[in-house]
């Protein structure tokens, strides 16, 4: 612990900073996050400082009542407002106290153990503020920056988890700005990827801004529509198959990485995939199975292929593997990884939480367990991602600009 804290507070419980909110269209969605985590905390062990985030990028000091940020009866998702108290990190690695401004006046805010950082997207899960806390050693929860970065970038995880020999979907990436539905760029994603392709931003989460195009006339639009969210679009041939999923821990006391699940996503109802809706407004768009009804066999190598994932793109802490499962495909090549999450939805009815209840560890065990994650992480900077002794080719697969 650092020494301004046991000199000031001796004895006093690990303070344990929850921020959430942010910039990125997954505002709501980290909000409802940090509803369960903050009720899932034992406040007997550790004490908690709850940050918002709001919409605008300020941090302000808000509730630590897990009730505040659920979603409410008639369907309205919480939403983090400024208060009359900013909140500012410490300013070099000598101190871990808050500092917080009220009317124009510094106060002191006392000092933090480490940060829960519950922020979903852009400005939160892609290693911008991993970078501030790594530059006054602050210990977090979660992936370090390059694997923040790496994993939020779905081209560049792609090209990570080609490196290490794991499957993915084939693809292209245009540059929404630049790129037209020309014939010869029609007729380049028919030769690549085929019909139906899915649209997706290349750095967005929780389905945002995601289409799925059955025909050439559709495109257009729906790159113009995924880069409201990223310039950078990617298109991707539809894998046939079940969506299932993996959660993965990071390794305690000089252990490895750990795996749990697959669970299953059935989409049902109206949604042709597992779009924003599904997941967030309508209770009857989706039902998730987990256990996954699968063969043992194919389990036991989707968990071995979610560890190999977390270590290709050097993660650390938690992060769900998605995953397509074909079982009319042949022996060996039935899985295709899909991508790789390094926060996670934590509410109560999200994937990764279930895994790991179904495999035992009840939610407040698991969020006790990141935060010894975190608590026992050497300082410094991370360590590169592995590539396991394989030779990383780039630029092996196309790519269209303008």
């Not at 004490?47 to 985030?53: E, F, Q, S, Y």
């Not at 310039?231 to 894998?239: G, I, K, N, Q, T």
């Not at 969506?243 to 299953?264: K, Q, T």
Request: aromatic letters at 6%; proline letters at 9%.
């Amino acid at each position: 612990m650092n020494s301004d804290r046991t000199a000031m507070f001796p004895g006093q419980r690990p303070r344990v900073a929850v921020l959430f909110g942010g910039r990125s269209g997954e505002h709501p969605i980290s909000c409802v996050t940090a509803s369960t985590v903050l009720g899932a905390i034992d406040r007997e062990r550790f004490d908690v400082v709850a940050i918002g985030v709001t919409r605008d990028g300020s941090w302000t000091l808000v509730s630590d009542n897990p009730a505040d940020w659920q979603v409410s009866p008639d369907g309205t998702f919480p939403e983090v407002r400024q208060t009359d108290t900013e909140v500012l990190l410490p300013r070099s690695t000598a101190s871990r106290r808050l500092r917080l401004i009220r009317n124009g006046t510094v106060h002191d805010g006392g000092p933090i153990d480490l940060i829960f950082p519950l922020l979903h997207g852009t400005w939160g899960e892609d290693g911008t503020v991993q970078g501030e806390f790594e530059l006054i050693d602050l210990p977090y929860v979660g992936a370090g920056v390059l694997a923040s970065a790496s994993a939020m970038d779905k081209t560049a995880a792609k090209l990570r988890l080609l490196a290490a020999g794991l499957p993915v979907a084939p693809y292209l990436e245009v540059d929404s700005r630049t790129w037209r539905p020309t014939p010869q760029a029609l007729d380049d994603v028919a030769t690549h990827l085929g019909w139906p392709v899915f649209v997706k931003p290349a750095r967005a989460g929780s389905s945002l801004g995601i289409a799925r195009v059955a025909e050439p006339s559709g495109l257009g639009e729906a790159v113009a529509q995924a880069g409201q969210h990223d310039p950078r679009v990617l298109l991707e041939a539809e894998m046939p198959g079940r969506e299932i999923e993996c959660g993965v821990l990071g390794g305690r006391d000089g252990s490895g990485p750990r795996a749990a699940g697959p669970g299953e996503i059935v989409v049902q109802g109206n949604h042709e995939f597992y779009d924003f809706d599904a997941k967030y407004t309508d209770p009857d768009g989706v039902r998730l199975v987990c256990p996954a009804d699968l063969p043992e066999h194919i389990a036991e190598a989707a968990r071995t292929m979610s560890v190999q994932s977390f270590e290709a793109l050097g993660c650390e802490g938690l992060a769900r593997v998605d995953f397509f499962y074909n079982p009319d495909a042949p022996a060996g090549a039935q899985l295709t990884v899909n991508e790789i999450n390094t926060m996670p939805g934590l509410t109560q009815f999200s994937m990764f939480p279930l895994v790991w209840q179904a495999a035992g560890m009840p939610y407040a065990t698991l969020v006790e367990d990141l935060i010894h994650q975190a608590q026992t992480r050497p300082p410094g900077p991370r360590p590169p991602p592995g590539l396991r002794g394989r030779v990383c080719v780039l630029g092996a697969l196309p790519c269209l600009g303008g």
